[in-house]
């Protein structure tokens, strides 16, 4: 039993550690991507806001992050901030 459990931490935390806010996921985007694809790549949004018709959703914190602007559920402007 305790090997396993020694076996699976580092699998565990090997899986939890990686992020798919990477600079090779950010390079996929594309304007006219939709919004379930764009999570489809890099995961569900840290937040969003809705403004005018313009849905603005952020990945990531200050250090290290991806912004994309949608409209009408399509994407339309897109940046990244600090990502390797």
């Known amino acids: 039993m305790k090997v396993k459990s020694l076996v699976g931490a580092p699998l565990l935390l090997l899986v939890l ?12 985007i594309t304007v006219g991507m939709s919004y379930d694809q764009v999570t489809a790549l890099i995961g569900k949004p840290d937040t969003c806001d809705d403004v005018m018709g313009v849905r603005n959703c952020v990945w990531g914190d200050e250090k290290r992050s991806v912004q994309v602007g949608f409209v009408a559920d399509k994407v339309l402007l897109f940046s990244a901030n600090n990502l390797k």
């Open 17 to 28: 550690g990686c992020s798919p806010l990477t600079q090779e996921n950010y390079n996929k």
